[in-house]
């Protein structure tokens, strides 16, 4: 039996959506929010892969592993006329909002997770400002 898997710090909580060609589709890949927030931080961002791995609370080896599955399907969606189907199969995260008082970074995580440190500055002073459902806004 594996490792579980870890928890991936995702600042941007996305409702499940779809996108999709505008003629006949070849099916459908599918693109969970981790990898999304990789692709975020990676191409949108422009963060080099060791920082956005920090932001995410992984190595920068597992970054690269999501960042390149995510690239994988996105190209596959692309090239082979497929719908993208984001955060489809995940359960919604309930979740609170988490401050860091030394350098004000504002992030999300489970509401049982309890490894407070701060992924920016590495604080352990962290405060939570609100208890939130997957319906909040960024």
């Known amino acids: ?31 969970t929010i981790d990898e999304l927030e990789a692709i975020r931080l990676a191409d949108l961002e422009n963060m080099y892969q060791e920082d956005a791995a920090h932001v995410m609370g992984v190595s920068r080896q597992t970054f690269g592993r999501i960042v390149k599955s995510a690239h994988m399907k996105i190209a ?16 919604c995260r309930d979740v609170k909002l988490i ?28 405060e939570v400002i609100k208890i939130n459902d997957n319906e909040g806004e960024k």
């Not at 870890?6 to 589709?25: A, G, M, Q, W």
């Not at 596959?76 to 719908?83: H, L, P, S, Y």
């Open 1 to 31: 039996m594996g490792r579980p898997k870890k928890y991936r710090i995702v600042e941007y909580l996305l409702k499940p959506t779809d996108f999709k060609p505008n003629r006949k589709t070849n099916g459908y890949v599918e693109l």
């Open 76 to 91: 596959d969606a692309v090239v082979n006329t497929k719908e993208i189907k984001i955060g489809k199969d995940e359960t």
């Open 99 to 126: 401050k860091c008082p030394s350098c004000g970074k504002i992030w999300r995580v489970p509401i049982d997770y309890n490894k407070l440190r701060c992924p920016e500055c590495h604080a352990k002073n962290v």
